[in-house]
């Protein structure tokens, strides 16, 4: 999706108002290890020319702001290939007398990060360089800082939070800096030492409930300093785990989990993930049409569900039931007692909507707890489920017990790395090729661009695909039964010898040339509505949702029309050349004649909508059937044993 950001320092963000000249900013603590001598932090510019739409409202507020951008700038960057070869020069200096400055492209493996990396060079906080083993940055005021990339600990769904150690060569002080999400950070935060930090605790988790009230996606961002002795002992840990060829992985999350730990908090940001247009338009008219909506993602509860919100997926007059447990008799107790009030509800199903999040998802996917029955039970009562903090992998589970259990078909839709697994479970994928990378696009069966074409994409050509081929199936079962009769009848007056009165060479050509073409006309370009009609009607998708068109007993009423329609065709032809003394083949002939014939009326009856297409396929066949027989009888008029 396309995303706009805010970022958000805890002290949060008002209107600009040029910072008070006589004050003397004071340099935070955490950048404390830039080179000796460097010049202190200055406050931002406030005239237009020189800083962001948004700017801090005083100068402790913007400095604590540069003070988490900071790192947040250097931590964001490893997941950057900045291009530093190509460069665009922007149209207004970020710094008095720095016309025509010239800014370096940045390419990141997710929005968010370049989101991030761009708001931090908004206040003049710039990624200069980014190399594996060292990263330049600039600060407002300083000259250019390079720093030695010792260590990243990338990302992981199990951990939720990434690292990056830094070495100061000037000083050789060396940090760590995390980024990650509130859940997975605040348990590795240090006890506050001291009222301040006591304060900027209590401010930035205020602040992440704000946000995320606000739809915001929210990350948490914290340091800790390493002295030579702790650095030095991790890293021996840390490089035997990586050389280790048994229980890697193990070894690896440990080693992560020791230096993560002890940290000191930074503050927090807020991303504003923008809904792409048409968004809350396309979810409406889906589930008008009679589609369950399930949205996973990633987000917090509150973001998720303010997202929900605006996104249509719920509204005021539903019932929201949310499933937070912490333990698993706690989820099948809150399950049971949804499910029971449920039952007994005066509410429609249409009323209610279930958000369940990660942790209550743990109990609820593990075959050993038994509650999975249970839980998909509760959400046959709601119209919608949004779960939140759900793992890449808990997304795939869900996809795959929806389809056992319920035994419903599956779509998947997502924009990114994460969803891949879930796209590769559900029964058909759909990836959205856009700021998040291709790897959902590669993954899936269908690529858009834009999510509202998803609505077009069911609505419109699930509908005819599935009228249309439905249709064609029954057609080949009717004409191939009804061909098939014919020549049965046949065996009651020759003995049941096995012979056919039709030629070889008619009977092989039959379903190869002469009655092909219409039938595949028929299921690639036959509409039975207009497109228009079937937007603005979302209801008429049940067609397909049901499988109106083909039943279990249509299979069976194609058999006892072609029994009918061969009952005719034989007899009458039997009938009209009784007396006669007409030959075997002559009389064949006519008989697949008239097959032919009738199996083609039959498909004009069955299209729906003449194109071009439709009526060169009928011509054609017509015209392939006699211009064979044309040439066949001219060519083999005295071959034995065939048609004269």
């Avoid at 760590?176 to 304060?199: H, V, W």
């Avoid at 989990?257 to 968004?279: P, R, W, Y």
């Avoid at 909506?293 to 569900?305: F, N, P, R, S």
């Avoid at 057609?475 to 098939?484: E, G, P, R």
Wanted: proline letters at 5%.
């Amino acid at each position: 999706p396309s995303l706009e950001s805010t970022v958000s320092s805890t002290a949060g963000l008002t209107t600009p108002q040029p910072p008070p000249q006589h004050q003397q900013p004071k340099r935070p603590k955490f950048l404390d290890f830039l080179p000796a001598g460097a010049r202190p932090l200055s406050p931002i510019q406030s005239s237009p020319d020189t800083s962001p739409n948004d700017s801090p409202a005083s100068t402790h507020r913007s400095l604590r702001l540069s003070a988490i951008l900071n790192p947040l700038s250097r931590l964001t960057s490893y997941y950057s290939s900045t291009s530093l070869s190509k460069t665009s020069r922007c149209n207004t200096p970020t710094a008095p007398g720095g016309a025509g400055e010239i800014r370096p492209i940045y390419e990141a493996e997710s929005p968010d990060e370049l989101a991030l990396v761009d708001a931090a060079y908004a206040y003049n906080i710039k990624l200069i360089a980014r190399a594996p083993q060292h990263i330049t940055v600039q600060l407002p005021g300083d000259k250019e800082s390079q720093y030695q990339v010792l260590h990243v600990l990338p990302f992981d769904s199990v951990r939720k939070r990434m690292s990056i150690v830094l070495k100061n060569p000037t000083t050789g002080g060396v940090t760590l800096y995390c980024k990650g999400a509130d859940t997975s950070m605040f348990p590795r935060i240090a006890r506050p030492r001291n009222q301040e930090e006591q304060t900027l605790l209590d401010t930035t988790q205020q602040n992440l409930e704000t946000y995320s009230q606000q739809g915001l996606r929210v990350l948490v961002m914290a340091s800790r300093e390493l002295s030579v002795d702790e650095y030095t002992d991790w890293s021996a840990q840390h490089t035997r785990a990586e050389n280790a060829l048994e229980k890697r992985d193990k070894l690896l999350m440990e080693s992560y989990n020791a230096i993560e730990t002890k940290m000191t908090l930074l503050g927090a940001t807020g991303i504003e993930d923008k809904l792409q247009e048409g968004v809350p338009d396309a979810i409406y008219r889906l589930r008008q049409a009679g589609i369950v909506v399930w949205v996973l993602t990633g987000d917090k509860q509150e973001t998720a569900i303010n997202i929900a919100f605006s996104c249509k997926l719920f509204n005021q007059n539903m019932e929201i039931i949310k499933l937070n447990s912490r333990s698993r008799d706690a989820a099948e107790s809150s399950i049971r007692n949804y499910l029971d009030q449920a039952k007994h509800s005066t509410r429609t199903r249409d009323k209610r909507a279930l958000v369940v999040d990660g942790k209550t998802l743990v109990y609820i996917l593990d075959k050993r707890a038994n509650i999975q029955e249970l839980f998909l039970e509760l959400t046959e009562q709601c119209c919608a489920v949004l779960g939140c903090r759900a793992t890449p992998l808990q997304k795939a589970y869900i996809v795959r017990i929806v389809k056992t259990e319920l035994k419903m078909h599956t779509l998947a839709i997502g924009d990114g790395a994460n969803d891949v697994s879930m796209i590769q479970t559900a029964d058909i994928g759909v990836g959205i090729s856009g700021q998040e990378g291709m790897q959902a696009v590669m993954a899936a069966d269908f690529a858009v661009t834009r999510f509202r074409f998803v609505e077009r994409l069911l609505l419109v050509h699930g509908h005819w695909c599935y009228d249309r081929l439905a249709r064609m199936v029954l057609h080949f079962f009717y004409k191939n039964a009804t061909f098939v009769f014919v020549c049965f009848w046949y065996q009651i007056f020759n003995g049941w010898s096995g012979q056919v009165m039709i030629d070889q060479m008619y009977l092989m050509l039959f379903n190869l040339l002469f009655t092909s073409l219409p039938p595949v006309a028929l299921g690639v370009f036959d509409r039975n509505a207009p497109a228009d009609l079937l937007i603005a009607k979302p209801k008429l998708y049940s067609v397909g949702r049901l499988s109106t068109v083909y039943k279990s007993y249509s299979f069976w009423i194609n058999m006892a029309e072609a029994l009918y329609q061969s009952v005719c065709l034989y007899f009458i032809a039997h009938g009209a050349y009784l007396s006669s003394n007409v030959g075997i083949w002559e009389w064949g002939t006519l008989v697949c004649s008239q097959c032919i014939a009738v199996m083609l009326v039959q498909l004009g009856v069955e299209t729906k909508s003449w194109t071009i297409v439709h009526w060169l396929s009928m011509l054609i066949s017509v015209g392939l059937y006699l211009a064979f027989g044309l040439i066949y009888n001219a060519v083999c008029s005295e071959c034995p044993g065939l048609t004269n």
